[in-house]
């Protein structure tokens, strides 16, 4: 039999996406696919707004609903107050009121293992193995089962700051330990293995490979540009703002006389093609800013609704922070994470992390370092439809549909009271 194809077809297309997009004479960021450069990583992402008018039949988790109330502790938890840890053995947790740091039972790495010998005469480039030592540690946030970042207050996170810079500061003279990686998966769909608040630190003796390639294209940019990539960034994003606020544009976010589609129950803007071509797009990327950090969707963003937080002034490390700017810093997480759970009404998953300087006692890198925080979110459409990172996007490059500067102006629009907290004061 032969198959089916219309590969060679005459026919022309009807689709509407395609017709939208022909029918534009000049270029355009909202219909058009494009790739974006992304000067950490030194990769592309490929963009294609046109395919927000997708449907959707494929996989949908669990809905999660708003209205469950999970209790402030569980006698189950290994992670509350008091109750037995996961090994059950002789641990147990003390009475804490508001952080609580411990080694981890179930270790990724590990400080003491026996040393790998390596026969050099067997040596085979494509065979290549090391050892790795290291320490693993569980950061509770609070002593509350049920309450996450986007619930706690500026004071309450203020806590969780001070026990990421005291993990950081009890490892980095640490002759084993040259990196430190900080982090928190939310929600069961990141693989979170247990609700209770929390994230992880795991240090180790080597330099894991996506700080060490942010580390070598920050110092490249540095070396030829003489300048901080990340403070340059900081300030071409608040330029982008000015520049688009100032203007009145709505090229990239507007909707007064573009279409919609509704998609598994939202609604995604489909803004008018712009008149004119511009070199890159336009639109304010800033979800929320203080005086010490900003937060944007990155330019070159790969997860639909993916974040940074960057200080504004250059800094290295956490500890370098005074009590004022660990006020923002605790501000500007309350807000996103609030913004987060009241963009789709639920507990909003992610995995967070925070790149700060290695503890290996380079002065290069401590230079080059400059302290910001990756949110990696995977929910694309609703609480239910997750973003794959699947096909093209595992073998080619990764790809997103919905631009930088729509998801920063979803995000913008969501209030920093949390939805709850709205629901009983209405």
Not at 46 to 75: A, I
Not at 299 to 306: D, G, I, Q, R
Not at 328 to 355: E, V, W
Request: hydrophobic content about 30%.
């Amino acid at each position: 039999m032969t198959p089916t194809s219309s590969l060679t077809s005459d026919a022309p297309s009807t689709s509407p996406s395609t017709t939208n997009a022909s029918s534009t004479s000049q270029f355009d960021f909202n219909h058009h696919s494009h790739r974006r450069f992304n000067p950490l990583t030194n990769s592309w992402v490929l963009c294609s707004p046109h395919r927000t008018q997708r449907p959707w039949q494929g996989k949908e988790e669990d809905s999660q609903d708003s209205s469950t109330v999970s209790p402030s502790f569980d006698p189950k938890c290994y992670l509350c107050p008091g109750n037995t840890r996961a090994n059950k053995t002789c641990h147990r947790n003390p009475d804490y009121k508001d952080t609580f740091v411990f080694e981890n039972d179930f270790p990724a790495v590990q400080q003491d293992q026996p040393e790998l010998v390596v026969d050099e005469d067997a040596f085979n480039p494509l065979l290549q193995v090391q050892s790795v030592r290291g320490q693993c540690h569980v950061i509770c946030f609070s002593p509350q089962h049920d309450k996450t970042l986007a619930d706690m207050s500026e004071q309450e996170i203020l806590p969780v700051i001070d026990a990421w810079i005291h993990v950081y500061d009890s490892l980095k003279n640490k002759p084993d330990i040259n990196h430190v990686q900080i982090f928190e998966n939310k929600g069961a769909i990141m693989g979170c293995s247990n609700p209770h608040p929390h994230g992880q630190a795991w240090s180790t003796q080597d330099i894991p490979q996506e700080s060490a390639q942010e580390l070598e294209n920050m110092h490249r940019y540095q070396e030829k540009y003489h300048r901080c990539m990340l403070c340059d960034y900081v300030k071409t994003e608040t330029k982008t703002k000015s520049a688009f606020h100032g203007s009145g544009s709505n090229n990239m976010n507007g909707t007064m006389n573009g279409s919609t589609h509704m998609t598994n129950g939202t609604t995604l803007p489909i803004p008018p093609p712009s008149k004119t071509a511009t070199t890159t797009p336009d639109g304010s990327r800033i979800v929320c800013e203080n005086a010490s950090f900003l937060c944007v969707v990155p330019f070159w963003a790969t997860w639909p609704f993916e974040t940074m937080i960057l200080a504004k002034h250059h800094v290295a490390t956490l500890g370098e922070l005074d009590q004022a700017q660990k006020l923002d810093l605790a501000m500007i997480l309350r807000q996103l994470t609030c913004r987060y759970d009241n963009l789709f009404k639920c507990s909003f998953p992610y995995s967070m992390g925070i790149h700060q300087a290695p503890t290996d006692g380079n002065k290069e890198h401590k230079e080059t370092s400059h302290l910001h925080l990756h949110f990696y979110p995977p929910l694309l459409r609703s609480a239910t439809v997750k973003k794959f990172l699947v096909g093209f996007e595992l073998l080619g490059q990764a790809q997103r549909d919905l631009t930088p500067e729509q998801a920063a102006k979803r995000l913008t629009e969501c209030s920093d009271v949390h939805y709850k907290k709205s629901r009983v004061n209405a």
